[in-house]
């Protein structure tokens, strides 16, 4: 029996660093024909994960790269930060109201939070309510969830973990054991 399953609108969210290489491991895994197309989140300022990105969809493939004010910069105020946290969600809204994924992968960096809340309160108010939000906790969280994975929780569909020992924290942690 052949099963059609169409395709699912993608949000893959990037971060700076070991969350950038961590998520384009688990994109180049993701069947491109199941996932497309791939829209890609990345921070301002973020040129290496775009440069990165660019050399995984060489090929050509159907994606789009979306840039986001950060909510907090490096040594930013955690004052001031409100205020480029609010923006960011604004313009996470412009841009999930236009794009309406049906997944968001996400896994962990700050950029992640304002996507992933703006996208659970449009489900909330049934604007996008089948979209799918998955987080995966980053490789190198082994005892404790990351600040990211403290706040998304109970806000996403899917919460994968790499280690057994933090799947203890919650029933709603799945334990997947290493990704990458």
Known sequence: MYLNVSAART??????GGHTTEMLEVVKKLNNERYTPRLYVVAEGDQNSVDRLLE???EGGDYKIYTITRSRKVHQS???SII???KSAYECLI???HSRPDLI???GPATCVPVCVVAFFLKVFYINGSCK???IESYCRVKSLSL???ILLYLTDIFVVQWPDISKISRKILYFGRLT
């Open 11 to 16: 949000m893959i969210i990037l971060g700076s």
């Open 56 to 58: 995984i969809e060489k």
């Open 78 to 80: 955690y004052k001031s």
């Open 84 to 86: 480029t946290t609010l």
């Open 95 to 97: 841009l999930l109201l």
């Open 105 to 107: 992968l996400a896994n």
């Open 133 to 135: 939000i998955a987080y």
């Open 148 to 150: 990211s994975g403290k």
